[in-house]
Nanobody, 127 residues
Framework: QVQLVESGGGSVQAGGSLRLSCAAS????????MGWFRHAPGKEREGVAY????????YYASSVKGRFTISRDNAANTVYLQMNSLKPEDTAMYYC????????????????????WGQGTQVTVSS
């Protein structure tokens, strides 16, 4: 059973940084392509960053490219999202998710192809 637990959210001022963590069950850490999504009130859930099982390849939404960095430590069963130069529009609940086994880890991704989700961690950026 895949289990994902996010942490690291909080409130920061614009221009600040946060590092989110996603602790995954051992099965997930080394075999699944992983993604970070965010959901702001009144908006669709948006995929912001993805990383292959090995960590060799990453993908980013244009809205965060150059500011966010996704990484993983498979030995620690953890996926990270380093968020720099935060903007008020980055305010959202952030979720990590595991791509369904057998699905190719390749851009573009479909939200429906992620079959395990964490409970989310809130990020609030004030101006």
């Amino acid at each position: 059973q895949v289990q994902l637990v996010e942490s690291g959210g909080g409130s920061v001022q614009a221009g600040g940084s946060l590092r989110l963590s996603c602790a995954a069950s051992a099965y997930t850490s080394s075999t699944n392509c992983m993604g970070w999504f965010r959901h702001a009130p009144g908006k669709e859930r948006e995929g912001v960053a993805y990383i292959t099982a090995s960590g060799a390849t990453t993908y980013y939404a244009s809205s965060v490219k150059g500011r966010f960095t996704i990484s993983r430590d498979n030995a620690a069963n953890t996926v990270y999202l380093q968020m720099n130069s935060l903007k008020p529009e980055d305010t959202a609940m952030y979720y990590c998710a595991a791509l369904r086994s057998g699905t190719v880890c390749l851009w573009p991704f479909l939200r429906g192809d992620f079959d395990h989700w964490g409970q989310g961690t809130q990020v609030t950026v004030s101006s």
